[in-house]
């Protein structure tokens, strides 16, 4: 099967801006289609991310974006998987290609999210599970993040100082990174004085809501020998977006239910072990080949998590793998040499595009000052709300 080609990556600075949607993706596909040497009206094809409202549907997003910069009577989809809509995004285009329906699409998400953390939208709606989780439980997504986090201390041990240095290790990769909303380093202990949200995870720990866009430029093969720029050719090798089988014996969000494992035996891989084993069977590789990884860090403990279910460390083995920089810059598997989520916040339907951005630029040598020596092969790993797993494999 051929390869899908990242042609050309843009994407805007992160914060609080107060621009539209809209323009933040613009601004994003401008830079994408500049960097791949194209025009708009080159693109055939345009996905997007659904902007989203409180974790929501929002806006038509691939639309707006297309109106904005002049219809051209490009074909359109709009993907919404909550976080993981930019990779579904991802995967409409790259399959849109290998169908051969086009070579050169579009890929873009954009955001202007509530400050706050995301709550469902006003209504009644009693059949929404996470309408249920906000008003039944009263548990917002902090709290979620902090089942999570007692989870791995009464399990593997880990220390609130575990989960400061993930946030530490996240911002000194950030400090370079001109996209990042935050760039200043922080310290174990100013992690640990900054006010607790939902115990044991302090406000240090969790990422903040921000404004942003990104944006791919994705093509085929045979248009990527015609465009062959300066940078090495980055090519889309797996693309995941799957659910959960049952039983899921880890209580995702917003599901609320009793342990299934009860009635019936659990699957000998997870649910988050899943997202990545997808990848890595489109690919045909594993884990022992990843030289750099963008992961969800929503919050510090997650990024541990997602250490073990990607494979890079057996379960229980996060925490040394920390302590030892390994997945620090210079490490054997730097992770979120962006700065990840603890330096951008949630832009929630371009920050899986904005992943593989990142692995793009990286894998090319383009990352100035957060470079990965050496990087042949990427990973990104997220999950959106509803069981929307994902996960993208790339290489040169």
């Known amino acids: 099967m051929s390869d899908v080609v990242v042609a050309g990556v843009g994407m805007t600075a992160w914060g609080k801006w107060g621009r539209r949607f809209v323009e933040y993706g613009v601004e994003a596909a401008t830079e994408a289609l500049a960097d791949a040497g194209l025009d708009w009206p080159d693109v055939q094809f345009v996905a997007a991310g659904e902007t989203v409202r409180n974790g929501y549907a929002g806006y038509v997003a691939a639309s707006s974006i297309a109106q904005a910069l002049g219809w051209s009577g490009a074909q359109l989809a709009t993907a919404y998987g909550a976080c993981a809509s930019g990779t579904m995004a991802i995967d409409i285009a790259r399959a849109r290609i290998l169908a051969g329906l086009c070579d050169v699409a579009l890929v873009v998400g954009a ?17 929404d599970p996470d309408w249920l989780r906000f008003r039944l439980l009263g548990a917002a997504n902090p ?45 174990v202990e100013e992690v640990l004085a900054s006010p607790v949200v939902s115990d044991p995870l302090h406000l240090l720990d969790i ?3 921000s404004d942003g866009g990104a944006a791919l430029v994705l093509v085929s093969e045979a248009k990527a020998r015609q465009l062959a720029g300066a940078s090495p050719a980055v090519r889309l090798r797996g693309v995941a977006s799957i659910t959960p089988r049952y039983p899921n014996t880890v209580l995702e969000l917003p599901n609320i239910s009793a342990d299934s494992s009860l009635v019936v035996a659990p699957p000998p891989r997870g649910y988050m072990d899943s997202i990545a084993d997808a990848a890595y069977e489109q690919a045909g590789i594993g884990p022992d080949d990843i030289d750099v990884a963008e992961v969800y860090d929503l919050a510090t403990a997650i990024e541990l998590d997602w250490y073990e279910h990607l494979g890079f460390c057996a379960p229980g083995g996060a925490e040394k793998l920390l302590r030892d920089g390994e997945t620090a810059l210079g490490g054997r598997i730097p992770v979120n040499p962006s700065g990840g989520l603890a330096c951008f916040g949630e832009a929630v339907p371009a920050q899986a595009i904005a992943q593989v951005g990142e692995i793009t630029w990286q894998l090319q040598g383009r990352a100035t000052g957060r470079q990965v020596s050496r990087a042949r092969t990427g990973l990104t790993a997220n999950k959106g709300l509803f069981g929307h797993g994902s996960a993208v494999v790339l290489s040169t």
Do not use: I, W
């Open 143 to 187: 709290v979620y993040f902090a089942f999570m986090a007692r989870r791995r201390m009464d399990l593997y041990g880990a220390t609130q100082e575990d989960f400061a240095a993930v946030k530490v290790k996240n911002s000194r990769h950030g400090r370079a990174n001109p996209r990042a909303r935050y760039r200043r380093e922080v310290t």
């Open 207 to 209: 990422c903040a809501t």
């Open 111 to 127: 955001d202007t999210t509530p400050k706050g953390f995301l709550a469902p939208n006003a209504g009644d709606r009693p059949s």
